[in-house]
């Protein structure tokens, strides 16, 4: 897959099948689709409307080339202690650039998931069927957010 390599084409929207080797052969005939299963929409391979149900581990990976307006401002915040030393010199400062970076990392996200829980609280309160669907699932992304927090400062 490619997402942005100086003289190559991106990648475009379609599922791949991962298999190995020796099993290759055995799923070629199979394509990736959409199934109904249960009530659940999955991806499955099918030929001639039978899902897959042999013993070939596979997986499908599925690129849909949706803009995803919630990732426009991501930007890798990471940088590993080789990179760091490179730049840097000796392993101390790495060590101690690399804290501060992660120290910073950590408490961004944490900010970025006290954001989303308090909206998701405003939702929830807003929300009038306390035992609803709609007020569990909500309920239950607020306590995800609240569960993605490492800072007690955030909590």
Same mark, same amino acid.
């Given at each position: 897959m490619r997402f942005?390599?100086?003289?190559?084409?991106?990648?475009i929207a379609r599922s791949m099948v991962v298999c190995t080797n020796e099993d290759a052969n055995e799923l070629s005939a199979?394509?990736?689709?959409?199934?109904?299963?249960?009530?659940? &929409? %999955?991806?499955?391979?099918? @030929?001639d409307g039978q899902v897959y149900n042999g013993n070939a581990p596979y997986l499908i990976v599925n690129i849909d080339g949706a803009e995803k307006t919630s990732?426009?401002?991501f930007?890798?915040?990471?940088?590993?202690?080789?990179?760091?030393?490179?730049?840097?010199?000796?392993?101390d400062k790495t060590e101690e650039v690399s804290k501060v970076l992660l120290d910073a990392v950590t408490l961004y996200n944490d900010l970025a998931y006290? &954001? %989303?829980?308090?909206?998701? @609280?405003?939702k929830l309160d807003n929300i009038k069927d306390k035992?609803?669907?709609d007020f569990k699932s909500a309920e239950a992304l607020y306590n995800a957010y609240l569960a993605?927090?490492?800072?007690?400062?955030?909590?």
């Open positions: 942005s390599t100086g003289g190559m084409p991106t990648d199979y394509q990736a689709q959409v199934v109904n299963l249960g009530g659940n &929409n %999955k991806m499955r391979l099918v @030929k990732l426009e401002s930007s890798p915040t990471l940088a590993s202690n080789s990179i760091l030393k490179s730049f840097y010199g000796g392993s006290k &954001n %989303k829980a308090d909206k998701q @609280k405003t035992t609803g669907d993605n927090i490492q800072n007690n400062v955030f909590k």
